[in-house]
């Protein structure tokens, strides 16, 4: 723990920090631009110099590890000097085109200019210039204001696994790119914005759209996959702009996917902004009242048994526990969270992230089993990179599924349960790597989950996890990877059959014999419609897909950004997100919507605001009495061992880019689909 | 910048490569050169063995992916070297590839008439090639045989202590299908002083008198 002096006061700081971590430490801020905390150290911006003594000339203070005994002056007049001479000369080359710059209001050199520039340049030679290179529907590039601090070079190499950046030429012809003409082909690159602390890249979608001081900032949660990652929603009169990550150690770090930040153009096409009701086979746009009055219609004296209730990928869990408390009112026990028909459900451990995503770190071992993580949860992917990267490669990762290519080692196991027999009969190779491993874990895919035999799958991957140590004192190595933000909350509040009721596929088969007359689709896109073409349909929506046509009366409902609401991420994390806007036209928040529908049917639930809706979910789950934080499940026994088919296991996710209403309406995703999707091209013909 | 520090136009760029079993044999030598997990170490050799190897001199992308591949490295790591370093070319060059001193001490013994009479010989101008594909010429920085200024390099051999009219002689000589003599053009040896030896005379044997000009050259 060596000690030293940064003006004066003493800090001591942990071995292998660098004198920059120690400056911070004494909260003195220092100007950089090619140091990330999250990136190698480079070194080459030369904007973090500090004077050290006993040195003969200024330390970049970022690459200088901090050592015993030093003393450090972070405002000397030789030390404002050294950072005004880099300053001038980050300057020579940049063009003075802020005004019309997309980085301007939230740039570092515009910034650190204020603190360290000239007020006029002495340099009067040419400036030179760059050409733009083309990076794809993300990333646009403006290459002249490169500063050369290599970020996304180190970003796309370390993080994202994509070897596409690199800084090719030399001297003063530099150019940061790719030198042949290539997209960057990674689920993360909208990263690179961020990383970026000039305008060489912006958001091609957000270009010439604000300002960032116009902007308002609400705090949120992404419901594009099950990660859960935080996100800032940046919204101007009335209209999302932008979403940006939040820092959460835990979950995303600082990334967030492409999906997580684009695909929110997608709120602006196809809304259900208000209420409709099917009149002689068409959809006809109707009030609130007519819209319920149709309901109570059909529902009034209804059977229970007739009636069932699908909650859908992306909704929250608010709204799930209010159509819940209805349907028991209803007298209803036909509802279901799993639209894919997946069987897990029992036991919260056996349907949970368990090791948590920030216990990827410790993992020495990880055995994947039909997820395609990288398009399934991004976020989770990298930091499986992370950890394979920080033990230079000691981290084995086994693939049993589909080949996708993860952007680390891995060792391809096979297609599908006869791989996971041989592992647990330990006749594997990789079985002597899980037994060799002290924190071995299992990652267990909806893939492998959403089959017939998913029983036995689960049963088989629990029992490699007992087998293999993978749940010993503290550490729970059973992972189960969702695809929906909201599947563990529903599994939470029990949004699940109940006594006697009917799980997804029976209801879907009831519909469509004519035993189940109601289905009730909150938010329900993704399943088989045409099994529903008898049934009376109520679908309650943001976004006009194959749910709202379906429908005989819509209830247009809020997007995950015009509501507050609480998601329970993979790992059991319930967070809660803030409305950034309102709701389009009529449409209202949904929890506030079945409130209401009860209330038409006289059947009104006990909840007038949603403090009262979360009290009740707090008494449905302990989950939710928590926030924040992933609590622990108890390890017991489930799954039914059984026979397993040998057919391989397929990646529910197959086009990253569109996977709910939201991501299929956005046209940037579409543009992603039509760049980075090998079958985009196929399917379009199809 | 010259053209040959960006990469060849697409029509120019053959569409496989692979080293010849002889370079491959040489490849393999050269990757073992290094200690384990440092092979991508090989990669600036191997760019070499490949422009050798390469109809024009030069290394065209499809090499350089070649070589990523060999050393399990990404491709981009490969392209910042080759673009990098200076001898390494981008585009094809002609079968004599004149890179003449232009900088400061060059410059000041007569480096001018030396491009001059590069010009005037081939009809080309800096950075371009004759049409029968024979000569590429351009400028380049200190080759760091300053003793010998002026010079210029032909592909992998030095010329020094160059006059218009010894220019001249070189590039008839090449343009003949004859290797010229390569090292000072002016009778002196290596980088002795150009009027002869001036110390340690006694011990040399060689007293006062002019060293005889055909003595093996050093290296330059």
């Not at chain 1, 004494?26 to 990136?39: M, N, S, T, V």
């Not at chain 2, 001490?105 to 081939?122: I, N, Q, Y």
């Amino acid at each position: 723990m060596p000690k030293l002096t940064v003006d004066g006061i003493e800090v001591e700081v942990e071995a292998g920090a660098t004198v920059l971590q120690a400056c911070e430490e004494a909260g003195k801020e220092i100007p950089r631009f090619c140091y990330h905390e999250r990136l190698s150290i480079a070194g080459n911006c030369r904007m973090c110099l500090v004077e050290m003594e006993r040195a003969p000339k200024p330390v970049a203070s970022c690459a200088m590890p901090a050592a015993d005994g030093m003393v450090i002056k972070t405002d000397s007049d030789l030390v404002k000097k050294a950072r005004n001479g880099v300053m001038e000369f980050l300057l020579i080359n940049h063009p003075l085109d802020c005004p019309i710059c997309d980085q301007g209001g939230e740039c570092d050199l515009q910034d650190q200019a204020m603190a360290y520039g000239f007020d006029s340049s002495r340099y009067a030679e040419k400036k030179r210039a760059v050409k733009d290179k083309e990076l794809g529907p993300i990333v646009k590039t403006i290459m002249t204001r490169c500063i050369h601090c290599t970020r996304c070079v180190r970003f796309s190499e370390e993080v994202a696994g994509v070897g596409t950046m690199g800084a090719v030429y030399r001297g003063e012809d530099t150019e940061v790119g790719p030198y042949i003409e290539a997209s960057i082909n990674s689920e993360l690159s909208g990263n690179l914005v961020d990383l970026c602390p000039v305008g060489a890249l912006t958001s091609k979608p957000y270009a010439f759209t604000a300002r960032p001081w116009e902007l308002k900032k609400t705090d949120s949660v992404d419901v594009m996959d099950a990660v859960g990652s935080n996100i800032r929603i940046d919204a101007r009169t009335g209209e999302v702009l932008r979403v940006l990550p939040r820092t959460n150690e835990d979950i995303n770090e600082e990334w967030i996917s492409d999906k997580t930040r684009y695909a929110i153009d997608g709120l602006k096409r196809q809304r259900l902004d208000r209420p409709y009701v099917r009149k002689d086979g068409k959809l006809q746009p109707a009030s609130w009242d007519e819209a319920f009055a149709a309901i109570k219609a059909k529902v009034s004296g209804l059977d229970g048994k007739k009636i069932a209730a699908l909650a859908g990928d992306t909704v929250d869990c608010e709204s799930m526990t209010a159509l819940k408390d209805l349907m028991g009112k209803l007298g209803s026990a036909n509802l279901d969270c799993r639209q894919d028909g997946s069987k897990i459900g029992g036991p919260r451990a056996s349907y949970i992230f368990n090791s948590t995503i920030a216990g990827i770190d410790e993992a020495d071992a990880c055995l994947i089993v039909g997820a395609n993580v990288r398009a399934e949860a991004p976020i989770i992917n990298s930091r499986l990179r992370k950890r394979w990267r920080s033990t230079a490669g000691d981290f084995k990762v086994g693939i049993i599924g589909e080949k996708w290519d993860p952007t680390y080692k891995n060792d391809y196991l096979g297609a599908g349960p006869d791989t996971l027999q041989e592992i647990l009969d330990g006749k594997n190779d990789f079985a002597k790597v899980l037994k060799a491993a002290e924190k071995p874990m299992i990652i267990v895919g909806m893939g492998a989950l959403n089959r017939e035999d998913g029983d036995a799958v689960l049963a088989a991957t629990r029992a490699i996890a007992d087998k293999y140590g993978m749940v010993a004192g503290e550490w729970n190595g059973f992972n189960v990877l969702h695809t929906a933000a909201s599947r563990v909350g529903g599994l939470d509040l029990g949004f699940v059959p109940g006594e006697g009721g009917l799980a997804t596929n029976d209801i879907l088969d009831g519909a469509a014999k004519g035993d189940i007359e109601v289905v009730y689709l909150l938010g329900a896109d993704e399943v088989d419609m045409s099994k529903l073409e008898k049934a009376f349909v109520i679908y309650q929506g943001a976004m006009g897909d194959a749910g709202a046509q379906a429908a005989d009366v819509i209830l247009p409902g809020a997007a995950y950004t015009e509501k507050n609401g609480t998601y329970v991420n993979t790992e059991g994390r319930a967070q809660q997100g803030w409305r950034a806007i309102f709701p389009v036209g009529d449409a209202r928040e949904d929890w506030a919507i079945v409130r209401a529908l009860s209330g038409a049917l006289d059947l009104t639930l006990p909840y007038n605001n949603i403090d009262a809706v979360r009290e009740r979910m707090v008494e449905l789950s302990p989950t939710f009495a928590s926030l924040n934080v992933p609590t622990k499940a108890e390890w017991t026994d489930f799954g039914k061992a059984g026979d397993m088919k040998s057919d391989g296991f397929t990646s529910p996710v197959r086009n990253f880019y569109m996977t709910d209403p939201i991501s299929r309406a956005s046209v940037t995703m579409a543009k992603c689909t039509e760049a980075f999707v090998k079958d985009a091209a196929a399917e379009k013909v199809a | 910048m010259s053209h040959l520090r960006r990469p060849a136009p697409k029509e120019l760029q053959p569409t496989s490569f692979a080293f010849t079993p002889e370079n491959q044999e040489k490849a393999k030598k050269i990757i073992a050169k290094y200690p384990e997990g440092r092979q991508q170490s090989a990669v600036m050799p191997l760019l070499d063995l490949a422009q050798r190897q390469t109809e024009g001199n030069w290394v065209p992308t499809v090499a350089m992916d070649y070589i990523a591949d060999m050393l399990e490295m990404p491709a981009i790591r490969v392209y910042e070297v080759a673009t990098f370093y200076t001898m390494y070319n981008l585009a094809p060059v002609g079968k004599n590839f004149i890179q003449v001193c232009t900088t400061t001490p060059c410059w000041l013994r007569g480096s001018a008439d030396v491009v001059d009479t590069c010009k005037k010989e081939l009809g080309i101008g800096v950075g371009e090639t004759t049409e029968d594909g024979q000569f590429t010429m351009i400028e380049v920085e200190c080759l760091g045989a300053c003793v010998n200024a002026p010079m210029m390099q032909i592909n992998d051999d030095y010329y020094e202590d160059l006059t218009a009219e010894s220019t001249k002689a070189i590039l008839d000589a090449l343009k003949k299908g004859e290797k010229p003599k390569t090292g000072p053009q002016s009778g002196r040896k290596g980088c002795e002083p150009i009027d002869g030896p001036k110390v340690l005379k006694a011990f040399c044997g060689c007293g006062a008198a002019p060293q005889d000009a055909d003595a093996s050259e050093g290296d330059a």
